[in-house]
DNA sequence: TGTAATTGTTAGCTCAAGCTAAATTATAAT
DNA sequence: ATTATAATTTAGCTTGAGCTAACAATTACA
């Protein structure tokens, strides 16, 4: 389980977001939703590839692996969590709120995260995952 | 006041914490307080110098300037005011909450640490800073 | 005061992650 | 079926931030 960048956990929660909203998902997709050219898409594709995170055929579709998705729905889940605490607790603006877990998620140690879900279920409205 | 990076908020962090212990500060200092390279520091140094945050004079001592100065302090805020939300109101064990404290300082925003700073400062044993 | 040890700097390498321009492959339309 | 468009990939550049090795300057002490 070699950790990976900042950058390139970036590139796995999209391409699980872009495959739960139904499509295929291509390259190109990946480029538009991260605001980032097709070449560096291309080339952080190939490193999750080597790392066993998804698989990707010459101009294929891109999918996750079992591995990757387990990895991609980690990384959604802190943002969630990490967003829902900023908005709902601190009463963080929803944009700032997104842009900050956006950031966050990348930096927070699995142990935080544990505290945080469990200091969100403890209060009056507990948080639905 | 233009951004600087993780990295250099870092040593800018680091500068203001052992002028605050005391004696005059040094490349050597830094890189051991950081454990990194002399000429890794050398080089910060020289970015930070070029930013009007600090001086430095060839083969000298180095010593903010009052905008370092500023911006040094912010950091440390941040950090702090986040390692105590951890530990205090999380319950996260020191050693993570310093860790990750670390990392998170440079990511939350100003209006987020404003948030926080209110949430904390309205519980019982209410934060000081 | 001259030499040894320490400190600081320079030069130059590596890696990650972005980019553009150009080439290749696939898809769609006439 | 041929051609035009779109998607993907390759090649190669840039920047930031780390590193080591080698060189220069300073400090300390014998």
């Given at each position: 389980m070699a950790d990976i960048s900042a950058s390139l956990e970036d590139y796995l929660e999209e391409i699980f977001i872009l495959h739960q909203e139904g499509a295929q998902v291509r390259v190109t997709d990946i480029a538009a939703a991260l605001k980032v050219s097709k070449p560096s898409v291309n080339r952080a594709v190939g490193t999750l590839k080597d790392a066993g995170l998804l698989d990707h055929e010459f101009y294929g579709t891109i999918a996750l692996t079992p591995e990757g998705e387990t990895r991609a729905a980690q990384v959604l889940r802190r943002h969630k969590l990490i967003r829902h605490f900023l908005q709902?607790?601190?009463?963080?603006p929803a944009e700032i709120a997104e842009e900050d877990a956006c950031r966050m998620e990348h930096v927070v140690s699995a142990q935080t995260i544990q505290h945080l879900y469990d200091y969100l279920s403890q209060q009056e409205d507990g948080y639905e995952e």
């Open positions: 709902n607790t601190l009463g963080v």
